[in-house]
């Protein structure tokens, strides 16, 4: 397998590549997630870079506790992706709509921490969550880490986001509330997310610092997922 070199990528750098509305948001520390007119690749184009499986996992694993093992990991030299339904994450920093009162498994801790030590907010950052290191399938060995950038893809949309958490071992197919809600995916912790349909997308050894700059992000993915649908 071809090591991809690390992509790391500053605020300040991020921002000159935006968009005029993006930067002006992230110029203000808007954390608003941008819903799916994100980039120039279309959805069409980011599945049919996906539609063929080479597996990289050693089996396959579940999409929630109880539930048949029958989602592979596949790989190519610049991306890790599977298919799976989306279950809701809104553990993190409290809000509104992410809470104890809302979410009876809410925890106020993320796997990976904001630039000033707070942890992530599933309300306004679109991240995703992998698996716990397991004999199936250890994402570090593939490149993915805390806030390496990631496409998700659902019905002709695409959100970028960041591995913002992770998940128990053998189980995938999470994501933010924020993650859903720019997906057009009802981002609930109770009743919301969709059982199938979601295409996850994570750029091997991709990271944006500071973690939670979603401007980031968005500039970082747009120019990886160019580059893989254009078979680079």
């Not at 005029?20 to 819903?35: K, N, Q, S, T, W």
């Not at 000033?116 to 199936?136: M, Q």
């Not at 981002?187 to 050894?205: A, D, H, L, M």
Request: glycine content about 12%; aromatic content about 6%; some cysteine.
């Amino acid at each position: 397998m071809v090591r991809v070199p690390s992509l790391t990528l500053a605020v300040a750098g991020a921002a000159l590549l935006l968009p005029p509305m993006l930067a002006d948001a992230a110029a203000r520390g808007r954390a608003e997630p941008v819903v799916w007119r994100e980039g120039d690749v279309r959805a069409a184009d980011l599945l049919a870079r996906v539609r063929d499986c080479t597996q990289i996992s050693h089996g396959r694993l579940r999409s929630d506790a109880g539930r048949p093992a029958s989602i592979a990991v596949c790989g190519t030299r610049r991306a890790v992706f599977w298919k799976a339904d989306m279950d809701i994450d809104c553990d993190g920093q409290p809000g509104p709509r992410c809470n104890r009162r809302t979410d009876p498994s809410f925890s106020q801790a993320t796997a990976y921490q904001q630039s000033d030590g707070r942890y992530l907010s599933a309300e306004r950052l679109p991240y995703i969550v992998v698996p716990a290191s397991s004999r199936i399938w250890d994402p570090v060995d593939d490149g993915v880490r805390g806030g390496s950038v990631a496409a998700v893809v659902y019905r002709g949309r695409v959100q970028y986001a960041v591995v913002g958490d992770i998940g128990p071992e053998g189980v995938i197919g999470e994501a933010s509330y924020a993650t859903a809600k720019g997906l057009g995916i009802r981002p609930g912790p109770n009743g919301g997310g969709t059982p199938s349909g979601v295409t996850y997308i994570v750029f091997k050894y991709s990271q944006v610092k500071p973690i939670e700059s979603h401007a980031a992000a968005v500039a970082v993915g747009r120019r990886l997922a160019q580059q893989f649908v254009g078979g680079g």
